[in-house]
């Protein structure tokens, strides 16, 4: 595998404690940052697809009104909780 070095400046709140999870994990810092950037772009992608998926939704048509999300809402925890239509 081809790779390139990435510089970033973090807190060294942040450094200590990279530095204390690859000691922990016997493992080197920059495995520790590849896994975290590896996360965080899963994690940011699957949230820009389902931001485009609410957006279609929306323009289909596909929503719930104000008046029936708060009716939902006040009746959680009351036992008495419709399920949504």
Do not use: F, N, Y
């Not at 520790?32 to 609410?54: H, N, P, S, Y």
């Not at 009716?71 to 925890?77: E, H, M």
Request: cysteine-free; hydrophobic content about 40%; aromatic content about 4%.
């Amino acid at each position: 595998m081809t790779t390139r070095v990435l510089t970033a400046h973090v807190p060294v709140s942040l450094a200590k404690q990279v530095d204390l999870a690859a000691t922990r994990l016997e493992r080197s810092r920059g495995w520790i940052v590849q896994k975290a950037l590896v996360d965080w772009i899963g994690r940011e992608e699957d949230r820009r697809r389902m931001t485009l998926e609410a957006l279609a939704d929306i323009d289909a048509g596909r929503v719930v009104d104000d008046k029936t999300v708060r009716s939902w809402a006040a009746g959680l925890g009351s036992g008495k909780s419709k399920k949504r239509s």
